[in-house]
Nanobody, 124 residues
Framework: QVKLVESGGGSVQIGSSLTLSCEALEYGYHVYCMGWFRQAPGKEREGVAALYTGGGGQYYADSVKGRFTVSYDHQKNTVDLRMDSLNPDDTGIYYC?????????????????WGRGTQVTVSS
């Protein structure tokens, strides 16, 4: 069993930055991929950024490339999402996801474990 604990959401002004963190409590397991998804009001959940914890690159949605940075801290077993130049389209609930076996990292179906979500609101 893996539990994901998210933190770092909030309400900010356009152009601001926020960093979301997600700690994986593994209880004897090890997650091999972690990702961030978001769901805007009235829209389907979409992938934002993802990575393999063992290395191999990071993956981003086109809408956040150049503004968001996903990173993994091995010692803390935490995946962070640094979000810069935020705009109102980034508003939504952000969910952390993880899995123990990861053929791919970009689909919701790739992930078994999910956090509760943290709200990000960007106002103009």
């Amino acid at each position: 069993q893996v539990k994901l604990v998210e933190s770092g959401g909030g309400s900010v002004q356009i152009g601001s930055s926020l960093t979301l963190s997600c700690e994986a409590l593994e209880y004897g397991y090890h997650v091999y991929c972690m990702g961030w998804f978001r769901q805007a009001p009235g829209k389907e959940r979409e992938g934002v950024a993802a990575l393999y914890t063992g290395g191999g690159g990071q993956y981003y949605a086109d809408s956040v490339k150049g503004r968001f940075t996903v990173s993994y801290d091995h010692q803390k077993n935490t995946v962070d999402l640094r979000m810069d130049s935020l705009n109102p389209d980034d508003t939504g609930i952000y969910y952390c996801a993880a899995d123990l076996v990861c053929a791919t990292v970009w689909r919701e179906s790739d992930y078994t474990y999910w956090g509760r979500g943290t709200q990000v609101t960007v106002s103009s």
